[in-house]
Structure formats: C-alpha cells, structure tokens
C-alpha cells in the first residue's frame, strides 16, 4: 500500500520512480484483485511502464526562457515582490517610530494646544451664521420665481406670442442682472466675512481651517444654487429642444424646488452641484453609518498623533536649515517629510472621502456616491485631478469649463480658468488659517498646468509601459515636490511670524526668525547706511510679481501660438496681412491676440517692479491692486480675442489695469522712492 501511494505521489509531480521487482507481488495488487471488478484491473495493466534508471531523465528535452524575459510566453506573478515591500516598509516605519520615542520622547499633549477661548466662541459662531447665506439666497430666487411666473402667466394671455416672448426676454436680461447683482453681494460678504474673522481674530490653525473650509463649500453652493436656477428660469420661459432640462427634473419642475426643504437637502448634501432632484437611496442603514463614523473618529485621532509625535520635530528641526537656506539639508527634510506626509494624507483621504461623506449620504439617501475614482493608478496630472475629488471636479466642469468652451474658449483656456479659480481658493484655504498668504499653495496649482501639458502625451499612449511610467511620474510629483514642500514654507511661515528661536553652532548663539528680515546696504568707508526692511507678508508680493504676472505671459504666448496653427501664419511673421485676415477670420482673431500678448509684454515690466518696490511700504495692498491688474488684463486679453466688436474694441471693458497701474507708479514714487530720497 505504501508503495502504491509512493508511486502515485511522484506520478503527480512529474518524478520518475524506479518499477518494482515483479517478482514479489505487491499486497495491494492482491487485494485489488480480489475484491475489485475484473475491468479495474484490466486498466491498472494498461498503466505505461517507467523506466528503472534514475539518472538518464531528459529534463532539457525543449527550448524555454526564462520567467522574467521578454521572450517568455508566461507572466509570472510578482505578489511575492509585492509583500517583501510591504513588509520592508512595515519595518522601515517601525525602525523611525522606535527613533522617534528614543529621541523625543512622547510628545502627545492635550493641554499643550493653543486652544483659546475666544477661537472656540469665534468658530462656533461663524459656523452656525455662515449657512445663513444659502437661505438669502434663497429669497432672491422665490423673488426671482414669481417674477417668472408672472411672465408666463402674461404670455399666454397675449394674442402676439412672439411679440410678448421678446419683450419677456429683455425683462428676463435686466431682472438677471438684479438678481446675479444680489447673488454676488451674498455670495461674496459670505466669503468676505469668512476670510476676515479667520485671518483677524481666530489663531488656531485647525479650527481656522475647519471655518474657512466650510465658508467655501458654502460659497461654491451659494454659486451652484444661483447658477442652476438661472438656467432653469430660462428654459421655462424659453422651451426648445435647445434649452430641455434633464428627464430626472421632471420630478420637481421649476419652480417647484424653490422651497426651504430643497435648499436644505442641498446644504447638507455631500455635493456641490446644485439639482432639483438627486438619486436617492430606499433607506437609511444605520449599522453602515455607525461604522463609517467609527471610521472617521479612529483616522482623525491617527492623524493627530502622527502629526503631533512625527510630523512636528521633523518639520521643528527643519527651520534652521530653511533660515540659512541649506538646500541640502532641506531637500532631506523633505524627503524624510514625504513619507509621513503622505501617510497623513491618504488617511485623511480615506477619514473624509470615504468615511464621512458616505455616513453623511447615507444619511441624506443620497444615491450618487462617486466621490473619487482611483486616482491612486493615473498615469498623468490631468487624470488625478479629474479623479480624485469628484465633487470640486464636477463644480468646476458644470459651471466654469463647459460655460466657457460653450462661449467659445479654447478647451486650453478654460482649464486655465479653471486653475486660476482652483489656486486662489487653495490659497485661501491655507494661507487663512495660518495668517500667512504667501502664494505657495497659488503657485503650486498654477505650476500644475505646465506638468499636466507634459504629462499628456502619457496619458494618450496607452500602454501597460506607460502606465507605469506615468504613474511613477505622478507618485514622484505628487510625495516629493507637493506636499512635504507646501507644508515646510508655511510652517517656516508660521514660526516666523509668531516666534521661534533655534540654536544656530556649538557656541550656543541663538538667532530669532523673524518676519521682518533686512537686507542692509553699506555705503564706502564713512558713508551713511541705508537699511530696507522687508514686512511680513511679502511673500504674497513676489507672488504676484514674480508669479501670476510671467505665468499670464506664457499662458498668453501659448494662446497666441494656438491661434497662429489655426491662422496658417507662419514663423518669422508676426502678424496676417490684411489679406489672409478677410480671406480667413481665424488670422483677424490671432492678430488681436498678438496684440494683446504684445501689450502685455510692454506694460508688465515696469509693473512687476512697481508691485515690488511699492510692496516694501504697503504689501497687501500693492498685491491686492497687482492681482486686480492681472485680472483686468485677463479680460482685457478675453475682449481683445473673444469679443464681436469691430477692431477688438471689446478690450476697453479691461482697461482698469491702466489704473491700477497708475496707482502702483504713485505707490512707488510718491509712497517709498520719496521717502529714499529724503534719506
């Protein structure tokens, strides 16, 4: 029997066993033949012989390569690579956790946090009163709704339908004007009021954060609601295949969602995207919000231990290098940084897209619970930003990309609005509640766009190589030069600017990084010494000169580029003859965007130092009248280009700039150069 299992268990894994001397009758055999039927054994007989000889196996008998090159024909599993890393990385950790606690320490501290009275009182109130804005909105659209029905209501009366239709829509264009006049006032003093008892009046940072980001959410709804009701207005007094509403409307008709109890499933719904009827659940699971919540609360307390025992002594111990600028030192900082960081920041992830806004949908039945895909396999920028927060994606397609390509904005444009808007609300959002808005988070959007530009090519290749390759670029981009370097400036920011003393060599000399650092200019022996001192917040300065106004240029030099391809003007030309111009409109438009860029670049020199210079004595104020002159160029660009007006005298709804320009110029000359002349 034993040699019978013998025989069979090297038949299964293919080894060769001697046959067994026939001579001696196996006891197996014999009982087989005994009790088993006749055929049985009919078919053991049957079996093919093996061969006695051990040694002469032909194991090499055909051509095979090996598993991991490219000629082989199987692809091997590398789920065994997989769990050495992970264990590697399991260990690594480990390795600076039992670091950490050898060097620091415990250094989680209730009591250690600034909490201060007044912050808890301040964001209690500002979190309560801020929603108050949604319901003003509110009035002005159930004004807004019974000046529609009344227009329908005399339509129909009237015997001349078009002739009342006309008249209509000229009313419909001045009473939404009133109403987008109201909108904006609301929407605006609920940002205002935000940004000003935040940055002015609450310190803590956390509970700072947690105000402003509700005051945006609160604001982008403010700006879906009024948006989406505007477009349902006219399509109701406007009915054509055109202007038809999606079918899911159907179950609440403007203007029947105009009530209290629609707004406020919109308020506490986790989206941005106002509609009159969402997708909705039968029942609410009360189990599976109860293990969403658990969820939230042991990732929240996770990131807050690993912030306060790892994050801070690595971001503490950064400063010095930052202050004498070791570049060195600080590229290990940031990358000893990027691994907690990203820790940090995929459980915070995971804590608010995947935990508490599924427990607060269930809750609300909402039904659409797409709040990301995996971003965490794109192979380009472009696909992450697309994928990994689905509800300020959607807000920012609906009612900023898809309006302006509908105007007629290249698709290139639009996602340079799209970025531009993205950018200041991340500067808001993180230069606010740390009382420092220095432009790194602006900056940091803004240089996303050249980096999805060069990683587009990727993502329209697709390919398992590309894939990989992309993606590395992605993962690379997105632990070492985002975050861990966004969160070193603003930490650097924040010692600054409320203290914080470091040992600076082995003499024990102390030196205090300050927010007002000198740059001191000595005159030859004996002269006198002029001193410039630079004020706190200048950082938000160089971000507008050195920043927002060069990356304009070249946002404009890539539209002007586009339209020459589409004007068939070629290299060295710089304009269209007046006869490619009437022979092709695309030569006209371009014409006008050479202009334009070329406009810029004779006025954004001398404004770049006017933005400096006058930033020295004022800078809030010239950043604030800089921005305005970006702004009012980009509309003068947009007119110049975009408009219908004959010449491009659509550009004159932008020539404010020429204002702040001259008010920067008096900034300069009359605010600091007098008071260097006077030294």
Request: hydrophobic letters at 45%; aromatic letters at 12%.
């Amino acid at each position: 029997m034993a040699s019978t299992s013998l025989t069979e268990a090297a038949v299964s894994t293919g080894i060769d066993m001697p046959a067994l001397d026939n001579k001696i009758p196996s006891s197996s055999k014999i009982t087989q033949s005994s009790k088993e039927p006749k055929e049985h054994t009919t078919t053991a007989l049957k079996r093919p012989g093996r061969s006695k000889y051990r040694h002469i196996a032909a194991y090499h008998s055909e051509s095979r390569n090996s598993c991991l090159s490219r000629d082989s024909t199987w692809n091997p599993s590398f789920i065994g690579f997989r769990n050495l890393m992970v264990i590697v990385l399991i260990v690594m950790n480990l390795r600076l956790v039992v670091e950490n606690f050898m060097k620091y320490g415990v250094l989680i501290c209730i009591k250690c946090h600034d909490f201060r009275k007044n912050d808890l009182i301040l964001g209690s109130m500002l979190f309560a009163l801020v929603p108050c804005h949604l319901f003003v909105a509110y009035i002005i659209e159930l004004a807004a709704a019974q000046q529609t029905r009344g227009a329908v209501g005399r339509t129909k009366k009237k015997d001349d339908v078009a002739a009342e239709a006309e008249r209509e829509q000229k009313a419909f264009q001045s009473t939404w004007r009133l109403i987008a006049f109201a909108h904006t006032i609301n929407a605006t003093l609920c940002l205002v009021v935000t940004n000003f008892v935040v940055y002015y009046y609450i310190h803590h940072p956390g509970i700072g954060t947690i105000c402003e980001l509700h005051g945006i959410i609160v604001w982008l709804k403010n700006c879906s609601y009024a948006f989406t009701n505007r477009d349902l207005r006219h399509s109701m007094l406007h009915p054509s295949e055109q202007s038809k509403i999606p079918d899911i409307y159907s179950a609440c008709p403007y203007p029947q969602n105009i009530t209290v109890g629609n707004l406020t499933y919109f308020w506490l719904a986790p989206t941005l995207v106002y509609q009159p009827v969402y997708p909705r659940t039968p029942r609410i699971r009360w189990g599976f919000v109860g293990k969403r919540l658990v969820e939230f609360v042991v990732l929240s307390v996770f990131i807050w231990l690993t912030s306060a025992q790892y994050a801070a002594p690595v971001l503490q111990n950064s400063l010095d290098k930052i202050a004498v600028l070791d570049f060195t030192s600080i590229v290990e900082r940031i990358m000893k940084l990027s691994t907690i960081s990203l820790i940090i920041w995929l459980a915070g992830f995971f804590a608010l897209f995947q935990a508490l806004l599924n427990a607060l949908a269930e809750v609300m039945r909402f039904g659409d619970r797409e709040f990301y895909s995996d971003w965490w396999n794109s192979w380009s920028l472009g696909m992450y930003w697309r994928s990994w927060n689905k509800p300020v994606y959607l807000f920012m397609k609906r009612h900023i990309f898809s309006p302006l390509v509908g105007r007629g904005w290249s698709p290139f444009a639009a996602s340079i609005m799209v970025f531009l808007f993205s950018a200041i609300l991340h500067e808001l959002l993180v230069g606010i509640p740390t009382h420092n808005l220095i432009g790194v988070a602006f900056a940091g959007m803004m240089l996303q766009l050249p980096l999805i530009t060069v990683t587009l090519p990727l993502e329209k290749m697709d390919d398992p190589t590309t894939r990989i390759f992309g993606n590395t670029v992605f993962w690379v981009s997105f632990c070492l030069v985002g975050q861990p370097l966004g969160a070193l400036l603003y930490f650097f920011a924040w010692q600054a600017k409320y203290g914080s003393v470091s040992k600076m060599g082995a003499s024990s000399r102390h030196r205090q990084v300050q927010s007002s650092l000198s740059t001191t200019s000595t005159a030859i022996e004996g002269h006198a010494m002029a001193t410039i001192t630079i004020p706190e917040n200048y950082g938000v300065v160089i971000g507008v000169a050195l920043g927002a106004i060069p990356l304009l240029s070249w946002i404009q030099g890539n539209i002007v580029g586009s339209l020459r391809k589409d004007a068939a003007v070629p290299y060295p030309h710089h304009y269209a003859t007046p006869e490619q111009c009437k022979a092709n409109p695309k030569a006209q438009k371009f014409n006008c965007a050479q202009r334009a860029h070329g406009n810029l670049m004779e006025n954004m020199s001398q404004t770049i130092l006017y933005i400096l210079i006058a930033g020295l004595k004022w800078p809030q104020a010239s950043a604030a009248i800089g921005s305005a002159w970006v702004l009012s160029r980009i509309v003068y660009t947009y007119g110049y280009i975009y408009s219908t007006k004959a010449r491009g005298a659509g550009r004159l709804y932008g020539s404010t700039f020429w204002l702040c320009q001259a008010t920067l110029w008096g900034m300069t000359v009359f605010g600091v150069g007098r008071e260097l002349l006077s030294f």
